[in-house]
């Protein structure tokens, strides 16, 4: 069956708040990207996404696995980082995480969703943390482990906690971060594979690999019902398909359901144009 996705603007400033079982995710700081002067300066910084485990996933057994799996696993226990700014956001970047109630030495794990200067230019605020930087995964300390991520073999690190390999933006070892459970379904952070909505004008003018990166913006849309950018709010995801009996499309959310207009959703900007999938 053919259908037409369209994504929905969050509205509301940094901090959001998605709670869940057995993560929750915040949207620590929104990341940006400001024209500045003439020659095509900008001035800009990531999105960074704090990802908390509840009790009940931290007290969690693991089954014995590779050592790499399970080293992943047991990092994802406490409370998990994806991205973490440029070092010109250092201060902002406590002040939030202090907000949330987590100091830098509570944090087991940072995703870096590509080794740009925007995205992880405050790895050196986690040195007791577990760091997994576009596909490169190792332990405190600087023990590198194999761990086997592939765009076919995503890796587990809790139940409903993935990271995808999503290549594309700055090259082939792109990851993403999918968090399933939340309250609005499916959050995917996904680094710059979306600069921010409605960037279809000009992410392929900044990606290493356009032909990958569409590939992997499809991959995300066909999962996620709210997707983290890089570089603007967070916008939700509408997929809308046909009714032969109808005149338009019918929106559904993430279980298929068709939407109620009496059932309560988040307030959201006016939509983004759609996209045919």
Not at 133 to 146: A, I, M, N, T, W
Not at 149 to 171: D, F
Not at 200 to 211: I, N, T, Y
Request: net charge negative; with cysteine.
């Amino acid at each position: 069956m053919s259908g037409v996705v369209r994504t929905e603007r969050l509205r509301g400033e940094a901090p959001l708040r998605l709670p869940g079982d057995p993560f929750s995710v915040v949207v620590l700081l929104r990341g940006y990207v400001e024209p500045e002067g003439v020659g095509g300066a900008v001035r800009a910084d990531g999105s960074v996404t704090l990802i908390l485990p509840c009790a009940s996933s931290r007290l969690q057994p693991r089954p014995e696995s590779g050592e790499a799996k399970t080293a992943l696993e047991e990092a994802a226990r406490g409370p998990i980082l994806v991205d973490t700014g440029g070092p010109w956001a250092r201060e902002r970047l406590l002040k939030a995480l202090a907000e949330q109630g987590v100091a830098p030495a509570n944090v087991t794990l940072v995703v870096g969703t590509h080794g740009h200067s925007d995205h992880i230019g405050n790895l050196g605020l986690f040195p007791g943390a577990a760091l997994l930087v576009s596909h490169d995964f190792c332990l405190p300390g600087g023990r590198y482990l194999p761990h086997g991520l592939g765009e076919e073999r995503p890796l587990r690190l809790g139940p409903g906690l993935e990271v995808w390999a999503t290549p594309g933006h700055g090259g082939q070892r792109d990851v993403s971060v999918m968090v399933a459970g939340t309250v609005m379904g499916t959050v995917a952070v996904v680094g710059d594979v979306f600069e921010s909505d409605g960037d279809e004008d000009f992410w392929q003018a900044l990606s290493e690999d356009p032909v990958a990166q569409e590939r992997s913006r499809k991959r995300v849309l066909g999962t996620a019902d709210v997707v983290v950018p890089g570089h603007g709010a967070p916008f939700r995801v509408v997929r809308e398909a046909w009714n032969p009996e109808a005149k338009d499309p019918v929106a559904t959310n993430e279980t298929g359901k068709t939407l109620d207009a009496c059932e309560e959703s988040p307030p959201t900007q006016p939509p983004s144009q759609g996209t045919a999938v």
